[in-house]
């Protein structure tokens, strides 16, 4: 090949390179300053308590103190768990909006764009909550020294409290408390509360119109993969310098390809599962392809981003790579390693604008009905996908982990 076609060749692709990076720029700068309209939902929570039916005087009513400014699935993962908290000790759950960090430090989306369960009657949103409540509020604080105890300790705190409105002012889902053996525990009750959640019908509807010309439908032949790269690049490192085990319920004893590294913490083999290299990802998806042959659709799940451009080099790689896995299985006469591969790009370009603050959601429903499941062991989406496929009574062994 000339030096003439090899340099005309690198200059195409650098000009599309550079082409694609612009366009994700615009849309990404279209996505913060066009906020889809969620004036209904808005509405649906500053109804006054006195004309929703399903709301009586006599609800006794916790607040917790939530976090904020994290992703969507840490929140999502509180919620569920606070939700459950505040039925085992007999109050109702007072929801909030979710923190939406791809909108700036205070951009929020309702809870009600996402899930229909966590915001009807006789739940109250936080607007509702103050209104009805007023200055007859009973603040709670959990001390840090209960960590251990501290689901036992809450209930019977806020179950032994007189007041009707309380609101726990400390932040109760403290990491160390979800790194406890204490919070596995809380599985079999918390699965019940898990069973009875519902996401919200527009994101139901998103996630069957964009399945089917994608072919995702074909559940019983997907696998689902959660490929975490960007801000992994180097909080895996802070992850394995802390000692830190696998995200919550991806550490029940019950999944297969538990979290091994000795004592002492071995930190090099916390980072390769935590960021997983290519031919790691490969081996893996070749040996759960190998144990169930009539897997032939890949989807896989990342988390591209203007901020981390080399997650698209990464997924492209992925791609190549199974394509070179194709060919060798063609040419030794086996069956293809996928015969089609799907990204969340590509769901993401197939919902309509209304709907992109549901992109993440959808994946979570995408991975949660796929026959197979492999996901990052330090991760909260995957923790949630995990706990979501548990509740539906998929078995263990189709949730994996690199």
Not at 111 to 123: K, M, N
Not at 235 to 260: I, T, V, Y
């Given at each position: 090949m000339s030096l003439n076609i090899r340099c005309s060749r690198l200059i195409r692709t650098a000009s599309l390179l550079a082409l694609s990076v612009v366009l994700f720029l615009l849309l990404s700068w279209q996505y913060i300053v066009y906020t889809p309209d969620y004036a209904a939902f808005t509405a649906y929570d500053t109804r006054p308590v006195s004309s929703v039916t399903g709301h009586t005087p006599t609800d006794k009513l916790v607040l917790f103190r939530q976090v904020k400014g994290v992703g969507f699935n840490n929140q999502f993962q509180e919620i569920i768990l606070l939700e459950h908290i505040a039925r085992a000790a007999g109050r109702v759950y007072v929801y909030q909006d979710v923190s939406w960090?791809?909108?700036?430090?205070?951009?929020?989306?309702?809870?009600?764009?996402?899930?229909?369960?966590?915001?009807?009657?006789?739940?109250?949103?936080?607007?509702?909550f103050w209104a009805e409540c007023g200055d007859q509020v009973q603040n709670v604080t959990v001390l840090p020294e209960f960590d251990n105890k501290v689901y036992s300790s809450l209930v019977k705190t806020l179950r032994e409290q007189p007041a009707r409105c309380v609101h726990v002012t400390d932040w109760i889902t403290r990491w160390s408390y979800l790194e406890s053996d204490a919070a596995l525990r809380l599985w079999p009750a918390f699965r019940t509360s898990v069973e009875q959640f519902r996401w919200s019908t527009p994101l139901i509807d998103a996630v069957d119109r964009v399945s089917e010309p994608l072919g995702l439908n074909r559940t019983e032949h997907v696998v689902a993969i959660h490929v975490r790269r960007g801000d992994f690049s180097?909080?895996?490192?802070?992850?394995?310098?802390?000692?830190?085990?696998?995200?919550?319920?991806?550490?029940?004893?019950?999944?297969?390809?538990?979290?091994?590294?000795?004592?002492?913490?071995?930190?090099?083999?916390?980072?390769?599962?935590?960021?997983?290299?290519?031919?790691?990802?490969?081996?893996?998806?070749?040996?759960?392809?190998?144990?169930?042959?009539?897997?032939?659709?890949?989807?896989?799940?990342?988390?591209?981003?203007?901020?981390?451009?080399?997650?698209?080099?990464?997924?492209?790689?992925?791609?190549?790579?199974?394509?070179?896995?194709?060919?060798?299985?063609?040419?030794?006469?086996?069956?293809?390693?996928?015969?089609?591969?799907?990204?969340?790009?590509?769901?993401?370009?197939?919902?309509?604008?209304?709907?992109?603050?549901?992109?993440?959601a959808v994946d979570l429903e995408l991975a949660r009905r796929a026959r197979v499941f492999i996901g990052n062991g330090f991760s909260s989406f995957s923790s949630d996908v995990a706990m979501l496929r548990l509740a539906d009574g998929k078995s263990e062994d189709s949730i994996r982990f690199w």
């Open positions: 960090q791809p909108r700036g430090k205070n951009g929020f989306a309702p809870l009600g764009v996402f899930s229909e369960s966590l915001v009807t009657a006789p739940r109250r949103s936080e607007a509702q180097y909080h895996c490192q802070d992850l394995a310098r802390g000692r830190h085990r696998f995200n919550l319920w991806n550490r029940l004893p019950q999944l297969p390809d538990p979290l091994d590294v000795g004592v002492p913490y071995n930190a090099t083999r916390a980072i390769e599962r935590c960021y997983p290299s290519l031919d790691a990802i490969v081996r893996k998806l070749r040996d759960v392809r190998a144990a169930q042959t009539d897997l032939d659709m890949l989807y896989i799940m990342h988390d591209l981003s203007w901020s981390s451009p080399g997650t698209y080099i990464f997924i492209r790689q992925l791609r190549l790579a199974i394509q070179r896995e194709n060919r060798a299985a063609g040419k030794a006469g086996r069956p293809l390693l996928f015969t089609r591969v799907v990204d969340t790009s590509q769901v993401k370009s197939a919902l309509w604008w209304t709907e992109s603050d549901l992109a993440v």
